[in-house]
């Protein structure tokens, strides 16, 4: 079982917001950073924005300037508040430890479904 559990996920209007979380075990969140990722529907897996262990964040692309990745260590959670929300933000969801590629990681959560629609 791969110890990375996602949550928040569900159906928004177009310039909505929704909050993701994730309870990632300490094996992978003590000493990491940490990402967010998405897969659309007929696409490959893309990083969204990534996080370091000291809470320094990098955002890709349309995410930045609308979503925002923070963490809590207490708690070894990673979250993501998504607003302004497109329907091309529609996507499955991933958090894991951060890599450019995430063709690099190979265990994956079950991820939260995002669907953005009127």
């Known amino acids: 079982q791969v110890p990375l559990v996602e949550s928040g996920g569900g159906l928004v209007q177009p310039g909505g917001s929704l909050t993701l979380s994730c309870a990632a075990s300490?094996?992978?969140?003590?000493?990491?950073?940490m990402a967010w990722y998405r897969q659309a529907p007929g696409k490959r897996r893309e990083l969204v924005a990534h996080?370091?262990?000291?809470?320094?964040?990098v955002y890709q692309g349309s995410a930045q300037g609308r979503f925002t990745i923070s963490r809590d260590n207490a708690k070894k959670t990673v979250y993501l508040q998504m607003n302004s929300l497109k329907p091309e933000d529609t996507a499955v969801y991933y958090c894991?430890?951060?890599?450019?590629?995430?063709?690099?990681?190979?265990?994956w959560g079950q991820g939260t479904l995002v669907t953005v629609s009127s």
């Open positions: 894991n430890v951060f890599f450019w590629n995430p063709d690099s990681l190979d265990a």
């Open positions: 300490g094996s992978i969140f003590n000493g990491n950073s």
């Open positions: 996080i370091t262990e000291r809470s320094l964040t």
